[in-house]
């Protein structure tokens, strides 16, 4: 049992009509654009929960802490045992209880209905204090970077101080998006946006990373990550989880193209080459160049292409002064700048050394061109250029 002061109740009475009472998207929140393709944070239903979940932090060891939204309760859940419980406590405020994140023991709850950050005790759910955050009660997100606090709006990301909730530092959006969602993965801040989209964002220099889209679409209201390679998404009444690596980027474009070709002077060889971009708005499409393009050496349509995917097709008849190897490398850049590289390896035969039995005769085709040998019956073939012809008896 707590008390609180006047000023508390006074903005609980005052809180405004057109709240959640569900853990769905807000009545007032920015409006997000419609889901874009790309690729998708593929979700695995981790177990259900008695919560109705609207927010989350982890507290290691598969355990979560949840909020149930209808309950007023903050509960420990072990993930690894079907979202047991293992705790609850009463959630300060009375408003409407949202957001958590764990600092050692010290278990922050935001509350949208009220406006305010709670820190209380993760033993003892002992109320240790409260802080009137930076932002609007709009949007959501919670999270932590061990030593200060994030808070997503309609409008921003906010980095303060957990004590004193003074604002250390200001990210804006991703555009056209508002924040249901905050966690850090390794060094990146993850942001659930009402789009349903999940973007990978620098916490340096603002700027988004890489994204994907959640599979199941906007249903979720709240994440946060072991820090290592798990996401945990909420759903109203149980928990998914997302595996990717959070060291890198999980939006990166892909590149394609075939690793090794082997050629012959005179005969005209192709490959094809392609680019798609993985993530959704703004990086829907890619331009793909190229580099090391032997001389003579064509793309079609030419490098460099934008697309969705963006297909391009190699055409190179080689000449006699163009024997040995080529290394052509292949460039996708999205529209946030992620890029992803490929490179064919072009070996190029001025001559192609047989082994083979009998002295009929017999033709025999090497890389598209017909050639007559001397032998009945042809077992083997090296394409070879002279200096690296290999010393064997024939």
Same mark, same amino acid.
């Given at each position: ?15 405004? /009509? ?9 009545? &007032? ?5 419609? #889901? ?13 929960? $008695? ?18 939204? =209808? ?7 072990? /993930?690894?045992? =079907? ?34 950050? @709670? ?28 030593? @200060?606090?994030?808070? &997503?709006?309609?409008?921003? #990301?906010?980095? @303060? ?38 973007? !990978? ?19 979720? =209201? ?47 060889? &192709? ?18 160049? $190229? ?15 934008? &697309? ?14 163009? $024997? ?29 050394? #047989? ?13 598209? !061109?017909? @050639? ?11 394409? $070879? ?6 010393? #064997?008896?024939?």
């Amino acid at each position: 049992m707590f008390l609180l002061p006047i000023s508390l109740f006074a903005a609980i009475a005052a809180s405004p /009509t057109d709240f959640r009472h569900d853990p769905m998207d807000p009545i &007032g929140a920015v409006g997000a654009p419609a #889901l874009e393709e790309g690729l998708a944070c593929s979700r695995i239903n981790v177990c259900a929960s $008695v919560a109705n979940n609207n927010g989350e932090a982890y507290a290691g060891n598969g355990l979560v802490w949840v909020t149930d939204f =209808n309950a007023q309760q903050l509960r420990l859940v072990d /993930t690894n045992n =079907n979202c047991n419980i293992i705790r609850s406590c009463q959630a300060p405020g009375g408003g409407q209880p949202s957001e958590n994140t764990l600092i050692g023991n010290t278990l922050y709850h935001y509350d949208f209905g009220v406006g305010l950050i @709670f820190r209380i005790d993760a033993t003892t759910c002992a109320l240790l204090g409260f802080c009137d955050p930076p932002g609007n009660d709009l949007a959501e997100g919670l999270t932590n970077d061990g030593t @200060f606090l994030w808070k &997503g709006d309609s409008q921003n #990301l906010y980095k @303060f101080d957990p004590l004193t909730c003074q604002v250390v530092q200001t990210c804006p959006n991703p555009p056209g998006d508002s924040a249901d969602g905050l966690t850090m993965c390794g060094e990146f801040l993850v942001m659930l946006g009402y789009s349903g989209r999940v973007y !990978q964002i620098d916490p340096n220099t603002c700027m988004v990373v890489s994204g994907c889209t959640l599979s199941q679409g906007a249903a979720g =209201n709240g994440l946060t990550s072991d820090r290592i390679d798990k996401l945990f998404v909420d759903q109203p009444a149980a928990i998914d989880r997302v595996d990717f690596s959070c060291d890198q980027p999980f939006g990166q474009p892909v590149c394609n193209t075939l690793g090794a070709v082997m050629g012959s002077v005179g005969v005209p060889i &192709g490959f094809t080459a392609s680019g798609q971009a993985v993530t959704g708005q703004p990086g829907r499409s890619v331009t793909l160049s $190229v580099s090391g393009l032997p001389a003579g050496a064509s793309m079609t349509p030419p490098l460099p292409l934008i &697309g969705q995917p963006a297909t391009s097709q190699f055409n190179w008849t080689p000449g006699p002064g163009q $024997v040995g190897t080529f290394v052509v490398t292949f460039t996708s850049t999205d529209q946030i700048g992620n890029t992803s590289s490929c490179s064919t390896t072009i070996t190029i035969a001025e001559c192609h050394q #047989l082994v083979g039995t009998g002295s009929g005769g017999s033709d025999v085709t090497l890389f598209g !061109q017909m @050639f007559h040998t001397d032998l009945s019956n042809v077992r083997r073939s090296w394409p $070879v250029t002279i200096p690296r012809r290999p010393s #064997l008896a024939v």
